[in-house]
């Protein structure tokens, strides 16, 4: 258990601070309710709203149940038992991620639908007709096969500094490898799983993208609906109920949550647990779900670029984008990511120090602050921020105004809570015994940083920013409202190319955003957990 010892004052302020610079797009949204939008109690009870509410709960419901099933059974799986296969698959799994929810909807409707390419081959073995990919049922599959590695991730970083001791007794008393799992891991692991499912919840409720393409009437559709049509105050109402759903959530986590996991122990050597029959079946299912959430996505692209680029090169109509301007918007979407991506850990880090360590109130003010916000839509976030701007005095308006600050700034405001869970696992991870050691010895609390804490800490915060920067590249309605003039990413490129029905020039630059998002999340994620798995380790036979 981490230490209740009295946080530094400094630390305290900096948190507070933090934590309402990244609520003030809510604060924004609650402010303009009670100045000039409409009544948010009245509209509550219209049908209008309780409708698309009822949708958005039901959803995230079932997004976040399977997503929290699939994400901890594949963690396990892949870090805990003897499964064949398990290092590809540890590289495979996060990569969904890669894939932004509209391309990866879009793409599976082509792909799953009836008319697609799935559809397509079982014509030839005498099948008719697959099912239809839409309504809950088809955002519920989409979201959940792009979004089970938010628990994957934080689980299976905990899962590989668990010690294997009780394990390892349990197996030699006669405990199956479930059995090791259900009474031993599973409560060990426990706040790894919610803080993932959280997330899951959160981006269900805040999608839009898959929800639009799959026709499922949730509150950002219809959020989007009436900023289309000009009914701003309708949409700021919806806004704030959406902000009310996200902090009743956060605050149930809050309250269901007590104590924390045990510090993780690391150079232990964990024996893997035997599968046995059930080894076969296990990889079955992990290459179906890799078969659905990466393959079918990546066949419905390559046959989009490749149909494009057959046809440029047999005189038909060319291309739209040349490889130029492909490699201008590949290496700004890199750049903005990756700063966006640094500064998000540097702005949680102190809140997940004031949690993990000192579980203080303003640290745990600042940790719902901070989740909250990841259920507001990427575009009412790039609203509330524009409107600021240019409400704000002439120093600010001339600092921030068309700025790529106020583009990061709207980035790590989305993402900053992607980096939370992870960054506090991180945090939590460090043993209280060896900081106490370092002190004791007389290191400063800079050396004790250096030398106890950042090497501790590293994959965990190298995760976090990994998935910041996976999730920056390819957010869509921030980029197109913050960016300035003239900066383009691969995701509004992609967009702009699917509104033109430019489907070839999408298909290519999506391959493009999937290969760098595959190269940042090895790097990044899959890399430092493999890092942290002991090679070769024992398996209990």
Same mark, same amino acid.
């Given at each position: 258990m981490?230490?209740?010892t009295r946080p530094p004052l400094g630390l305290r302020v900096a948190s507070l601070l933090i934590a309402l610079i990244l609520g003030l797009p809510a604060l924004y949204l609650i402010a303009r309710n009670f100045t000039e939008g409409a009544d948010p109690g009245g509209l509550l009870l219209s049908s209008r709203v309780l409708q698309p509410l009822w949708r958005t709960v039901q959803l995230a419901v079932l997004v976040s149940v399977s997503a929290g099933v699939i994400g901890t059974a594949t963690a396990w799986l892949t870090t805990r038992t003897d499964l064949p296969f398990a290092r590809v698959f540890r590289t495979l799994l996060p990569l969904p991620l890669v894939y932004p929810t509209?391309?990866?909807?879009?793409?599976?409707?082509?792909?799953?639908?009836?008319?697609?390419?799935v559809n397509d081959l079982l014509t030839g073995v005498g099948l008719d007709r697959t099912p239809q990919l839409d309504g809950l049922w088809g955002a519920w599959l989409v979201l959940t096969l792009f979004t089970y590695p938010y628990v994957h991730l934080p689980v299976a970083a905990r899962m590989i500094g668990l010690p294997g001791s009780l394990e390892q007794s349990a197996l030699l008393l006669g405990d199956s490898s479930f059995t090791v799992f259900r009474r031993i891991v599973l409560p060990q692991i426990s706040r790894a799983i919610t803080a993932g499912m959280l997330l899951v919840f959160l981006y269900a409720i805040s999608d839009f993208g898959a929800v639009a393409i799959l026709r499922y009437d949730t509150l950002t559709r219809a959020i989007d609906t009436n900023l289309g049509v000009f009914n701003e105050a309708v949409a700021l109402a919806l806004s704030l109920i959406l902000l009310t759903l996200a902090a009743l959530v956060v605050l149930a986590e809050r309250a269901t949550s007590h104590g924390d996991d045990p510090p993780a122990v690391r150079g232990h050597s964990t024996p893997l647990l035997p599968l046995g029959r059930f080894r076969i079946p296990a990889v079955a299912g992990v290459a179906f779900l890799l078969l659905n959430a990466l393959g079918a996505p990546l066949v419905a692209l390559i046959e989009w670029s490749v149909r494009g680029l057959r046809r440029s090169a047999s005189g038909g109509r060319g291309l739209t984008v040349t490889s130029g301007e492909v490699a201008e918007v590949t290496a700004n979407t890199f750049a903005v990511s990756l700063v966006s991506a640094i500064v998000a850990v540097l702005v949680v880090m102190p809140i997940a120090l004031l949690v993990g360590r000192h579980r203080s109130r303003a640290g745990s003010f600042g940790h719902a602050m901070v989740i909250s916000t990841f259920a507001l839509p990427g575009i009412l976030i790039a609203l509330a921020a524009r409107f600021w701007v240019l409400d704000a005095p002439d120093v600010i308006f001339n600092l921030l105004n068309?700025?790529?600050?106020? #583009?990061?700034? @709207?980035?790590?405001?989305?993402?900053?809570? #992607?980096?939370? @869970?992870?960054?506090?696992?991180?945090?939590?991870?460090?043993p209280p015994r060896l900081r106490d050691a370092a002190q004791i010895l007389g290191a400063s609390p800079r050396r004790r940083l250096r030398t106890v804490d950042v090497p501790v800490m590293a994959p965990g915060l190298f995760a976090a920013g990994g998935l910041v920067l996976l999730s920056t590249m390819k957010e869509l309605p921030i980029t197109l409202i913050l960016a300035p003039i003239g900066f383009q990413t691969l995701s509004t490129k992609i967009f702009g190319s699917f509104s033109e029905s430019f489907v070839a020039e999408a298909g290519v630059m999506a391959i493009v955003l999937v290969a760098i998002s595959f190269v940042a999340a090895w790097f990044l994620i899959v890399r430092n957990h493999d890092a942290r798995q002991e090679p070769g380790r024992p398996s209990v036979r």
């Open positions: 981490q230490s209740a509209f391309v990866g909807a879009a793409a599976l409707v082509r792909t799953l639908n009836p008319g697609g390419i068309d700025s790529h600050v106020l #583009l990061v700034f @709207g980035y790590v405001i989305r993402f900053a809570a #992607l980096a939370m @869970g992870t960054t506090l696992i991180a945090v939590q991870a460090v």
